[in-house]
């Protein structure tokens, strides 16, 4: 039985190696008859990695590194448990990752909940459950490039930013169930400290216990921080580079349009435009182009705007890629991440559709000043972006704190309580 069980394991092995070299030739191949399409593909991935990405991302990335050296994410921590284990059954610590998941977008929540594993500030199938639901975009591009660049309709983007974070938040409580067998969760884990005592002298005393810990000096602490950072990013700019041209070439040969063809063929027994299909073949790939494609097909308006909230909530492989990249050595699986994008984007379709439909006139009337642009358009547009995300991602930190010292007071005067009847 073990000898056909290694015959079958290493049959798989070969067939894969062949497909894989196989599809690698096809794609060189390929580049070689049209290398104008693969040339302006990977100029338009460079341009959007230099200008975007990399001066959005790149201090987000070394702030996050700063603050777990110096023990203010483990501070953080302490204070949002009451708040993230009940609700999605991970250390406080996920707090952080996501908030700098809803301000920056992808794929820094991978990189924050990547480092937690590396610290042993989670378990793995904590990190999986983390991860699954902290993997968003962040509010400008749903606000500006969506629904002001795109669809030309800025009234949209309360709709299309509300259903995305809260199909997020809704993987997260199906994902609270994720691995329960697996579970290894302690009461004295790292992430917690102790339960006894205030929980502000918990904070502080987890602040100074990772600090000894980490015992690099702030100077070694920053140049660590850039250098692991620049890596990152890099590595993220090949991926957005690589994808592009990837996606140009399946374009090229005709693969999209056969792609195309079989999705039309779901969408007409859902009952949605299949002037649709080709958006969602781009976005299974890429988001920017996905959801253009969405904003600018011959459908109505509301499907039009739940497939483009779907492919925001899927990301495309792209965003996969360079998350698989940077997870992989942690040990965090992508086959849950997988699920859980899938599922995103299935609520956040759904959500959408409910939002322009029966709940259209509540979300007329909210108002979300976190996702509001501010008066600083003189500035240059990667300065523009950092000081909104920085602003985002301090609003949600805030709230979240707010919320979690608001629920640790009631249960501790509940208990108190409890005690207080059970002595009578």
Same mark, same amino acid.
């Given at each position: 039985?073990?000898?056909?069980?290694?015959?079958?394991?290493?049959?798989?092995?070969?067939?894969?190696?062949?497909?894989?070299?196989?599809?690698?030739?096809?794609?060189?191949?390929?580049?070689?008859?049209?290398?104008?399409?693969?040339?302006? #593909?990977?100029?338009?991935?460079?341009?959007?990695?230099?200008?975007?990405?990399?001066?959005?991302?790149?201090?987000?990335?070394?702030?996050?590194?700063?603050?777990?050296?110096?023990?203010?994410?483990?501070?953080?921590?302490?204070?949002?448990?009451?708040?993230?284990?009940?609700?999605?059954?991970?250390?406080?610590?996920?707090?952080?990752?996501?908030?700098?998941?809803?301000?920056?977008?992808?794929?820094?929540?991978?990189?924050?909940?990547?480092?937690?594993?590396?610290?042993?500030?989670?378990?793995?199938?904590?990190?999986?459950?983390?991860?699954?639901?902290?993997?968003?975009?962040?509010?400008?591009?749903?606000?500006? #490039? =969506?629904?002001?660049?795109?669809?030309?309709?800025?009234?949209?983007?309360?709709?299309?930013?509300?259903?995305?974070?809260?199909?997020?938040?809704?993987?997260?409580?199906?994902?609270?169930?994720?691995?329960?067998?697996?579970?290894?969760?302690?009461?004295?884990?790292?992430?917690?400290?102790?339960?006894?005592?205030? *929980?502000?002298?918990?904070?502080?005393?987890?602040?100074?216990?990772?600090?000894?810990?980490?015992?690099?000096?702030?100077?070694?602490?920053?140049?660590?921080? =850039?250098?692991?950072?620049?890596?990152?990013?890099?590595?993220?700019?090949?991926?957005?580079?690589?994808?592009?041209?990837?996606?140009?070439?399946?374009?090229?040969?005709?693969?999209?349009?056969?792609?195309?063809?079989?999705?039309?063929?779901?969408?007409?027994?859902?009952?949605?435009?299949?002037?649709?299909?080709?958006?969602?073949?781009?976005?299974?790939?890429?988001?920017?182009?996905?959801?253009?494609?969405?904003?600018?097909?011959?459908?109505?308006?509301?499907?039009?705007?739940?497939?483009?909230? #779907?492919? *925001? #909530?899927?990301?495309?492989?792209?965003?996969?890629?360079?998350?698989?990249?940077?997870?992989?050595?942690?040990?965090?699986?992508?086959?849950?991440?997988?699920?859980?994008?899938?599922?995103?984007?299935?609520?956040?379709? *759904?959500?959408? =559709?409910?939002?322009?439909?029966?709940?259209?006139?509540?979300?007329?009337?909210?108002?979300?000043? =976190?996702?509001?642009?501010?008066?600083?358009?003189?500035?240059?547009?990667?300065?523009?972006?950092?000081?909104?995300?920085?602003?985002?991602?301090?609003?949600?930190?805030? *709230?979240?704190?707010?919320?979690?010292?608001?629920?640790?007071?009631?249960?501790?005067?509940?208990?108190?309580?409890?005690?207080?009847?059970?002595?009578?």
């Amino acid at each position: 039985m073990n000898l056909h069980y290694y015959k079958g394991k290493g049959y798989r092995a070969r067939l894969l190696a062949y497909a894989m070299a196989a599809g690698t030739v096809i794609v060189t191949v390929a580049m070689t008859q049209f290398p104008k399409d693969a040339f302006d #593909a990977a100029i338009m991935g460079l341009n959007l990695w230099w200008n975007v990405v990399f001066p959005a991302l790149l201090p987000f990335f070394v702030l996050s590194e700063i603050l777990m050296g110096i023990g203010v994410v483990h501070f953080i921590g302490v204070l949002l448990e009451p708040l993230m284990r009940p609700l999605f059954n991970v250390p406080g610590v996920g707090a952080f990752a996501l908030s700098m998941g809803l301000a920056s977008g992808y794929p820094m929540d991978a990189v924050i909940t990547s480092k937690f594993r590396k610290g042993k500030l989670c378990t793995a199938v904590e990190a999986e459950r983390l991860l699954s639901f902290t993997n968003t975009a962040d509010p400008l591009f749903m606000f500006g #490039a =969506v629904a002001v660049g795109m669809f030309g309709m800025p009234e949209l983007g309360v709709t299309i930013a509300i259903a995305h974070y809260l199909s997020s938040f809704l993987v997260g409580l199906v994902f609270r169930y994720h691995g329960r067998a697996r579970d290894r969760h302690k009461t004295d884990s790292p992430s917690e400290g102790s339960r006894q005592g205030n *929980i502000l002298i918990r904070a502080f005393r987890a602040l100074y216990n990772a600090k000894v810990q980490d015992s690099r000096s702030f100077g070694q602490l920053l140049g660590d921080s =850039v250098k692991n950072s620049m890596q990152t990013v890099l590595l993220i700019g090949g991926f957005i580079i690589l994808f592009s041209v990837f996606l140009r070439i399946l374009q090229a040969v005709g693969i999209t349009t056969c792609l195309t063809v079989s999705v039309g063929f779901l969408l007409e027994h859902l009952g949605f435009n299949l002037n649709l299909a080709s958006s969602i073949v781009s976005g299974f790939f890429e988001i920017d182009l996905g959801t253009l494609a969405a904003a600018q097909a011959e459908a109505p308006l509301v499907e039009k705007v739940a497939v483009a909230g #779907a492919i *925001i #909530a899927w990301s495309g492989l792209c965003v996969h890629g360079q998350v698989a990249s940077i997870v992989i050595e942690s040990g965090i699986r992508m086959g849950p991440y997988l699920f859980g994008r899938l599922l995103h984007a299935i609520f956040a379709a *759904i959500l959408t =559709v409910l939002f322009l439909g029966p709940a259209q006139p509540v979300l007329n009337q909210v108002v979300v000043p =976190v996702f509001q642009s501010t008066n600083i358009q003189a500035f240059p547009f990667w300065l523009n972006r950092f000081v909104h995300l920085t602003y985002q991602m301090g609003v949600c930190l805030a *709230i979240l704190i707010a919320l979690s010292l608001l629920y640790y007071l009631y249960h501790s005067i509940t208990c108190e309580f409890r005690r207080i009847l059970q002595r009578r």
